[in-house]
């Protein structure tokens, strides 16, 4: 792969080079590769070919996941979630000890892998809150809630400039990664003054289905909000917004 450099870009296939535009810029490769049908049958191809499923499962379980929380994500999410995701999926399908390698998945791996994951690099949870909270997963009933006591927001949310108002956000999804359904519930607080003023408690309670089979995901993270002549905006269009998984309940 090369980068196309010069004032006029290039697009299409000139002899045995190929030029395209990527979200990297306009770049050029050498045509070639593998006949396809090789790949499909013969058997030297066979690491290929269950690395090639795997891979198709954890793109389609992420996009499961991103569809799920996808109110959540319209203003919580970089450019490149979408493969940081796939690479987290191809990690849990990876952990499952139970089905032959190329037949592994999402149900029977490790979907507790995906605790801690962000959304958004550009503005990580993980860097952004430090006020205490406490996740909490209750299959029997449903309940996926999350609580934090009160805290100064000053103190304890490291805005970014500009930032003179935020809210608290969260939502519990359970989600049937074979089927491609779920369910979701979400909760945020009312619009909050980012200053040295103790917030009240804040408790939020994301109910889904009771006695529910699939994996339960608890999503945390924080709007900014900039007031101007008495009217709130987001903040550079949500470009800062932290959204992380906190909590992860797998079968």
Request: charged content about 20%.
């Amino acid at each position: 792969m090369a980068r196309q450099k010069g004032i006029i870009k290039l697009k299409g296939t000139i002899g045995d080079i190929t030029f395209y535009k990527t979200k990297d810029g306009h770049l050029a490769r050498e045509k070639g590769g593998i006949d396809a049908s090789r790949i499909a049958n013969d058997p030297a191809f066979q690491r290929t070919r269950e690395n090639g499923a795997e891979f198709g499962r954890a793109g389609k379980a992420g996009k499961t996941l991103r569809t799920a929380f996808r109110t959540l994500l319209l203003n919580s999410a970089d450019n490149r979630m979408v493969s940081r995701l796939t690479q987290a999926m191809i990690k849990v399908i990876q952990a499952d000890l139970v089905n032959e390698r190329g037949l592994r998945n999402v149900i029977d791996g490790e979907a507790e892998l995906l605790v801690g994951f962000e959304f958004n690099i550009g503005g990580k949870l993980g860097t952004s809150l430090f006020a205490p909270f406490v996740g909490t997963i209750d299959r029997v009933t449903g309940d996926i809630a999350v609580d934090l006591a009160s805290f100064v927001p000053a103190n304890m949310i490291a805005a970014p400039g500009g930032t003179t108002h935020f809210k608290i956000i969260s939502a519990g999804a359970a989600i049937n990664f074979e089927t491609e359904n779920f369910v979701v519930a979400s909760s945020e607080t009312a619009i909050i003054p980012w200053d040295t003023t103790p917030t009240a408690v804040i408790q939020q309670l994301n109910t889904v289905d009771p006695n529910s089979v699939s994996p339960l995901f608890l999503a945390l993270g924080i709007a900014y909000y900039q007031e101007v002549n008495g009217r709130m905006y987001p903040l550079k269009n949500g470009a800062y917004n932290p959204l992380a998984l906190v909590l992860v309940n797998g079968l």
